[in-house]
């Protein structure tokens, strides 16, 4: 029955397949002048916008309470801080920086390139204004604008479901980071059934959001029609260059932050280390998810890096959900270059909340494919941006999930040789394991 149910296109495949039809559609009813033919704004308001909603509403429902769990039990993980908080704080330490400078990188690339710059403010404001459906609420709720004293204190909600029920997302992560904290402090009968009760609920979430996720492919020949009825052939240049962007911004982290940290922090050869990994770099790019390369980490960490076992695990399993450096400049990536697609000027303050909550939002986002796609919606309407716009780059990112896969990957091998420095394990004595760098 299960393979039965393997058969047929991949899901990327038919994603991809959605995108070309919704795109080639839009495009022939763009290039016949037919964009404002009585039966295609009936077509777009009654069926195709329609459907593009319910994926998003989907979506919206999902996602709070995914990050919630997902944020938790990723903190919760990290066991005992009395004999792990040095190896705690030094992750989530590396995690945060490493983060944000991808962010940054990915926000700077942007911001100089502006990929999205050139589509006619009308037709923009035409798309906008149709999207008064699902997330039309949640838009209006939206920070217009922050001053930096007043964005520290708003960290902290005076209510955290008021905070989750008004789409205030950065202080009810922020209430879930100390949640999860709070697990971690209180151990009892009681709590460890609480953990148990979050990791069920992130179970539950995971399969709703899978579920979802098949969706998508009717879902982006819908919006990608839409879009494409409109915008035309700038559509293909703008998303073009949103793909070349990204992109070049993963390979400078990839290839330049990861092996100055790697030969300043871990003392070992970025040559000698990326040699050791290629097998997880590899299944992580086919895959597209961080969680099904784990395995091949774990070994490779052990085997072939020999990192102290109990750091390896360590690192790597909280790192598969916490680490995500490649998610969060992709959601960086995303949300500036629509916010520029559709002429919404995010003001300096307004970039580094979203800075802020790519950096959590990387750490509580699903390893597996497509698993940012829910907080790059979110993050959209938290700037005032139409969410309708995630419909732009979802037929090409399956191919974007892998290059972010790798990177998340190999940032979870990195993290994990540099929090190995200076730790043992007992289990394994020196003379029976070999140095990370060999002797000159």
């Given amino acids: 029955m299960e393979a039965a149910k393997r058969k047929g296109p991949a899901l990327h495949v038919l994603m991809l397949t959605g995108f070309i039809i ?48 997902a944020l938790v039990v990723g903190v919760a993980e990290m066991g005992d801080l009395k004999s792990l908080g040095r190896v705690g704080w030094k992750t989530l330490l590396f995690t945060v920086v490493i983060s944000g400078i991808a962010v940054f ?56 479901f008021a905070a989750a029920a008004n789409n205030q997302i950065l202080p009810f992560m922020v209430f879930a980071l ?23 609920l992130f179970e539950i979430m995971m399969k709703l ?7 998508a492919p009717i879902a982006v020949a819908c919006l990608m029609f839409n879009l494409a009825a409109l915008f ?7 998303l073009a260059a949103f793909v070349g962007v990204a992109v070049s911004a993963m390979a400078i982290h990839m290839f330049v932050v990861y092996p100055v940290v790697i030969w300043l922090l871990a003392g070992m050869s ?46 790597l399993t909280i790192g598969a959900t916490a680490n995500q450096n490649g998610t969060a400049l992709f959601e960086g990536v995303t949300v500036l270059f629509l916010a520029q697609f559709f002429g919404v000027d995010l003001t300096l303050s307004q970039q ?50 892998m290059c972010r ?21 007992p289990a394994v004595s020196d003379e029976d394991r070999e140095p990370l760098v060999p002797a000159a």
Avoid: H, Y
């Fill in 22 to 69: 919704g795109l080639g559609l839009g495009l022939l009813v763009n290039l016949n002048g037919a964009s404002d033919a009585p039966w295609v704004l009936w077509l777009t308001s009654n069926v195709t916008g329609p459907i593009g909603q319910i994926f998003l509403r989907l979506l919206f429902m999902l996602v709070l309470p995914l990050l919630f769990s």
């Fill in 105 to 160: 990188i990915g926000l700077v690339m942007v911001n100089v390139f502006r990929p999205g710059d050139g589509v006619d403010p009308v037709l923009a404001q035409q798309l906008l204004s149709e999207s008064a459906g699902g997330a039309q609420s949640i838009i209006q709720n939206a920070p217009k604008e922050i001053q930096a004293g007043q964005f520290f204190l708003d960290l902290i909600p005076s209510n955290a």
């Fill in 178 to 200: 100390l949640f999860g904290i709070g697990l971690v402090l209180v151990r009892s009968p009681a709590t460890d059934q609480l953990q148990t009760v979050i990791s069920g």
């Fill in 209 to 215: 959001i899978n579920l979802v996720i098949q969706l």
């Fill in 232 to 238: 035309g052939w700038d559509l293909l240049v703008k």
């Fill in 270 to 315: 970025p040559l000698q280390f990326f040699r050791r990994v290629r097998e997880p770099i590899v299944v992580a790019f086919s895959t597209a998810s961080s969680n099904a390369t784990l395995p091949v980490s774990l070994r490779v960490a052990e085997t072939e890096l020999k990192l102290p076992r109990r750091i390896a695990r360590f690192v």
């Fill in 352 to 401: 580094i909340m979203v800075m802020a909550v790519c950096i959590l939002g990387g750490i509580g986002t699903a390893g597996v494919p497509a698993g940012s796609l829910p907080v790059v919606a979110l993050i959209l309407v938290m700037v005032g941006v139409p969410a309708e716009g995630i419909g732009l780059i979802l037929g090409v990112d399956r191919f974007l999930d």
């Fill in 405 to 425: 896969t790798t990177l998340n990957v190999t940032g979870d091998l990195v993290a994990a040789t540099v929090v190995s420095r200076g730790e043992k394990d």
